[in-house]
């Protein structure tokens, strides 16, 4: 049974740093990109980043260029996203997704960015 | 502002068919594929359908969706209570090296 499972989110304060982990399982997750989309209260989904199976590409949405990082470690299954520079706008549940069609998706974990 | 733009409301009686467009640009749905998320209230998405026209295993075949130039639409048949959700259209967009997902539908049944 494919499972992922976020953490790491929370309440941080405007300029601050987070870093979300996604544990992956049920799969071969050193095949699959992998993907963060958020989600703002009430609103619509939103692409964060990718990244290819093997760590060697990466792609991040222009709201989100230079501050934050998506790596992963294949020997542990798990995803990562270091938030930097946070910002009001950051705040939203973080989903993690797997594969190029994003066709499983975890729970989601709520960052809030207030002072 | 999305990308891809999507109607924000759909609604429809049990049994009928609805159907959900998408529209989006030469970059995006003109040049990639086309999938679609299912949101239930308070869950997580879930693929319903992918590379404009294919189902994963498990999703009714009410559902099915289809592409013709920069547009794509999702159509289910035989409404449901439970399909009550909101959808949304995604694609890969090659100018903005990223994806691009629709604002939302949110579906109704009346």
């Known amino acids: 049974e494919v499972q992922l499972v976020e953490s790491g989110g929370g309440l941080v304060q405007p300029g601050g740093s987070l870093r979300l982990s996604c544990a992956a399982s049920?799969?071969?997750?050193?095949?699959?990109?992998m993907n963060w989309v958020r989600q703002a209260p009430g609103k619509g989904l939103d692409w964060v980043s990718t990244?290819?199976?093997?760590?060697?590409?990466?792609y991040y949405a222009d709201s989100v260029k230079g501050r934050f990082t998506i790596s992963r470690d294949n020997s542990k299954n798990t995803l990562y996203l270091q938030m930097n520079s946070l910002r009001a706008e950051d705040t939203a549940v973080y989903y993690c997704?797997?594969?190029?069609?994003?066709?499983?998706w975890g729970q989601g974990t709520l960052v809030t960015v207030s002072s | 502002q999305s990308v891809l733009t999507q109607p924000p409301s759909a609604s429809g009686t049990p049994g009928q068919r609805v159907t959900i467009s998408c529209s989006g640009s030469?970059?995006?749905?003109?040049?990639?594929?086309v999938n679609w998320f299912q949101q239930l209230p308070g869950t997580a998405p879930k693929l319903l359908i992918y590379?404009?026209?294919q189902r994963p295993s498990g999703v009714p075949d009410r559902f099915s969706g289809s592409k013709s130039g920069t547009s794509a639409s999702l159509a289910i048949s035989g409404l449901q209570s439970e399909d009550e959700a909101d959808y949304y259209c995604?694609?890969?967009?090659?100018?903005?090296?990223?994806?691009?997902f629709g604002g939302g539908t949110k579906l109704t049944v009346l």
């Open positions: 997704a797997k594969d190029r069609h994003c066709d499983f």
């Open positions: 995604a694609a890969w967009d090659d100018s903005l090296n990223g994806w691009v």
């Open positions: 990244i290819s199976p093997g760590g060697g590409s990466s």
């Open positions: 590379t404009n026209n």
């Open positions: 049920g799969f071969t997750f050193s095949s699959s990109a």
């Open positions: 030469s970059s995006n749905i003109g040049s990639n594929t």
